[in-house]
């Protein structure tokens, strides 16, 4: 029941609501999907989509994300890529390598990662980049 390519809408299923990774739920491998994610669980793996990916406060991923976008009110651990813009909230702890388009950062935020930023033009949403660099840009 999940639409993943209905024109003039962002990718979400047919109710209008992200894909969602309940608190107290745990997974251990690869999600792909065009829609959006909302992550309130724990997943142990790598999340690829074109949609956006929100990790709420009581979520944790330790892995690789690949998205357009991101949120991160709760843990993340591992390889994040984000062609566009990544937000990090206050309660946010990221540890890792980034590339992203662009970065914003709350006070309060704890972001232990190596960093690359690239123009929203020169970073293909889930595709891997080969360079890292340990730049940080607040």
Known sequence: ????????????????QPNRIS?????????????????????????TTSGKVVIGKSGWIHG????ANADIEGKFSGELQVANTLTLKSTAVIE????????????GATFNASC???????????????AKTTKTTA
């Open 96 to 107: 890792g390598d980034a590339i992203v388009g662009k970065l914003a950062v709350e006070p």
């Open 1 to 16: 029941m999940f639409s993943e390519s209905r024109k003039g809408k962002s990718a979400i299923d047919a109710a209008g």
């Open 64 to 67: 690789k994300v690949a998205c």
């Open 23 to 47: 608190k107290n739920t745990k997974i251990k491998g690869d999600i792909s999907s065009e829609a959006d994610f909302r992550i309130d669980g724990q997943l142990e793996g790598s999340v």
């Open 116 to 130: 690359s930023m690239k123009g929203a033009g020169n970073l293909k949403p889930v595709k891997s980049a080969d």
